[in-house]
Each structure stands twice: as C-alpha cells, then as structure tokens.
C-alpha cells in the first residue's frame, strides 16, 4: 500500500479477536521499530515482544491498576472503539489484544520518550501493512513499578537504567474496522 494511503487507513484498534499473530510477523514488526529514527543514531531502544495472550492480559491489567484520570484532558476516545478514558470499568488497558510488544528506553536520556514512540509508530505502521491491526498505548512507566512488574524485567533481563515507556498492541480486529475521523482544521502551516 502507498505510504500515506496505509498512514490515513491505519486506526487505534481497542477491540481484538481472539485470534495470534504469527510469530513471523511480529518478528518483522518488531525489526520495524529497530529501524526507526533514533537520536544521534544511538539505537537505544529495547522492544520485547509478547506473544502470550495471558501474558499480555496481566501486563494489561498492570497497566491500567495506575492510571490516574484527573490528568486526562478529555473523556472521550471512540464510539467505535471505546477506550478505558470512555469507559472506567474496563481492567485491561490492553483490551483483549494477543500480543503486544513492549518499547524500553534509557530512564534519563533526554530522547528516550521521542526515540520508544517512533519505534511504536514504525510498528503499527508496520503491522498495519501486514493486515494486523494495532494501538500504541502509553503509561509504560507505571506499568512496571510494583513487585509482579519488577518480576518481569529481571526475568526479561531488561538493565536497570531502562524504563517501558510505550506498549504496540497487536492482534486482529473484531466487528468492522472503524472509518477514520474528520481531521479537525487549522492544525498545520506552511510559512515561506
């Protein structure tokens, strides 16, 4: 597919069968992220990818036993596909996804938010030219903060300097896949 035809086709998907990827494919989902843009060309990032479907759901549910919503600065996602923003008694900030891959970088670099979310970008973009659907989900920092968390990495052998920052849900749609949204005006300019 073109590259802003599979840019403007791709959506945030919240609603996944119960069906896997297979582990070719997340492997080049992965090798996506590798070869995102990175500051300085330090390639420091780290991705683990799960392909552990009960896996995914405890992670899922780390990730939403944090999440504070008075930072929120709307409250509302989708109609389509609801978000744990449109609907608090949702457990899993995963929803369901079967896999999902984990996007680590350096706690006190300066660019290791920017350099863990063009990673996530390449992946879904990725994913989205393989028929997968997918979500970039964030709150990785808190996800991983208490004792069943900190469990995981030791066992993963992520370095104690690193830090989750973003979440690449994958799986396959359930229901129809969404129609995009309007894109809202006046969000860009060109000054010559």
Same mark, same amino acid.
């Given at each position: 597919?073109?590259l802003?035809k599979?840019?403007?086709?791709?959506?945030?998907?919240?609603?996944? @069968?119960?069906? @896997?990827?297979?582990?070719?494919?997340?492997?080049?989902?992965?090798?996506?992220?590798?070869?995102?843009?990175?500051?300085?060309?330090?390639?420091?990032?780290?991705?683990?990818?799960?392909?552990?479907?009960?896996?995914?759901?405890?992670?899922?549910?780390?990730?939403?036993?944090?999440?504070?919503?008075?930072?929120?600065?709307?409250?509302?996602v989708?109609?389509?596909?609801?978000?744990?923003?449109?609907?608090?008694?949702?457990?899993?900030?995963?929803?369901?996804?079967?896999?999902?891959?984990?996007?680590f970088?350096?706690?006190?670099?300066?660019?290791s938010?920017?350099?863990?979310?063009c990673?996530?970008?390449?992946?879904?973009?990725?994913?989205?030219?393989?028929?997968?659907?997918?979500c970039?989900?964030?709150?990785?920092?808190?996800?991983?903060?208490?004792?069943i968390?900190?469990?995981?990495?030791?066992?993963?052998?992520?370095?104690?300097?690193?830090?989750?920052?973003?979440?690449?849900?994958?799986?396959?749609?359930?229901?129809?896949?969404?129609?995009?949204?309007?894109?809202?005006?006046?969000?860009?300019?060109?000054?010559?």
């Amino acid at each position: 597919m073109e590259l802003l035809k599979l840019m403007k086709y791709r959506r945030s998907i919240r609603k996944y @069968q119960d069906r @896997q990827i297979s582990r070719e494919d997340m492997e080049t989902i992965i090798e996506a992220g590798i070869y995102a843009p990175n500051a300085g060309g330090g390639q420091r990032s780290i991705i683990v990818g799960i392909r552990n479907a009960e896996l995914a759901e405890k992670i899922g549910r780390l990730n939403v036993a944090r999440f504070d919503r008075s930072r929120l600065s709307g409250s509302y996602v989708s109609i389509d596909q609801p978000s744990i923003i449109d609907d608090p008694t949702m457990k899993s900030g995963f929803y369901g996804a079967p896999a999902v891959c984990v996007v680590f970088a350096m706690k006190n670099f300066l660019y290791s938010i920017p350099d863990a979310f063009c990673c996530a970008e390449n992946m879904v973009l990725m994913a989205t030219e393989l028929g997968i659907s997918s979500c970039v989900i964030a709150r990785g920092e808190e996800t991983f903060s208490g004792e069943i968390g900190e469990a995981l990495l030791k066992e993963w052998n992520i370095p104690e300097n690193y830090i989750a920052r973003c979440f690449v849900l994958l799986g396959y749609c359930e229901g129809e896949y969404p129609q995009p949204k309007l894109r809202k005006t006046q969000r860009s300019k060109i000054i010559e």
